[in-house]
């Protein structure tokens, strides 16, 4: 039986992804902030991922693992022209930084035929939207993560995949901190754009997380058929 570690389980996309591997039959552990708000079933993990030496403490306390997914993540409507600098160095620190640092942690737990990490950017981090401010530029950095360890892993022999998944607009509690104070725009688009659920995210995570061993899927782009750009 095969064990997931899903960053971000206690809401929208992890917490879909974390119940679709239980599904799945796998041990999953959810690591988080609210471990109270973890799917049925899901082992708690506590940690706040702005905390580097809390994220260590975490790992040390793990086991053997074949899947990290990389979801945890927040976004603030933060511009580059007059945006607040703690919101980005917040944004930076989960959103990259904490990736990195669980998916270099991780790997000391998995077999030696391979893990699987997942991490999930953006289409924000494909092209840039007019609102996208700092937001944009960590989700950037998370497919330059990614394909960073790819190649370090490849030229070093190791057989672990990197997979991304690169969602438009997907109807989480994500969406209500991202168009804090535009209500009435988040109203609109939830009027215009039928949006992508987190089951919808589920289905894709799963299908990269079980594919052949020989086989890595690198991105898949996903966006409502709604959604224009
Ligand atoms: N929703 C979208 O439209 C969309 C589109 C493209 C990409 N994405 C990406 O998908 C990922 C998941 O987003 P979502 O929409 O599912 O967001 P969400 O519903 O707001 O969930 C965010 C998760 O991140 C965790 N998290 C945030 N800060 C944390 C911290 N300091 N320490 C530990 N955990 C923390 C939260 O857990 P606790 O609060 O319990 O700690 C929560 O489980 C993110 O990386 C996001 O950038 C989302």
């Known amino acids: 039986m095969k ?29 988080c902030r609210s471990v109270d708000q973890l799917p049925d079933g899901v082992k708690p993990l506590a940690c706040d991922l702005r905390d580097e030496s809390a994220i260590k403490v975490a790992f040390e306390s793990l086991k053997e693992l074949d899947i990290l997914v990389n979801s945890a993540g927040l976004a603030y409507l933060s511009r580059i022209c007059d945006g607040n600098p703690s919101d980005w160095e917040e944004m930076w620190r989960v959103n990259v930084h904490a990736l990195g640092l669980c998916s ?35 989700k950037f950095a998370v497919r330059a993560v990614s394909e960073a360890l790819r190649a370090e892993l490849k030229n070093s022999g190791k057989k672990t995949r990197i997979s991304c998944l690169s969602p438009g607009f997907v109807d989480t509690p994500l969406l209500d901190k991202y168009f804090a104070g535009r209500e009435e725009q988040l109203a609109e688009t939830r009027a215009n754009i039928d949006m992508l659920t987190p089951e919808a995210i589920a289905d894709a995570a799963l299908h990269i997380l079980t594919s052949p061993a020989s086989v890595e899927i690198n991105d898949v782009l996903l966006r409502s058929a709604d959604q224009a750009i």
Request: hydrophobic share 40%; proline share 5%; net charge positive.
């Open 3 to 31: 064990t997931a570690l899903v960053t971000g389980a206690s809401s929208g996309i992890g917490k879909a992804i974390a119940s679709a591997l239980l599904k799945e039959g796998m041990t999953v552990i959810g690591l």
């Open 104 to 138: 270099q942690l991780s790997l000391a737990h998995f077999p030696e035929s391979g893990g699987h990490i997942l991490n999930l950017s953006s289409m924000s981090g494909h092209r840039v939207p007019p609102t996208g401010g700092f937001y944009a530029s960590t």
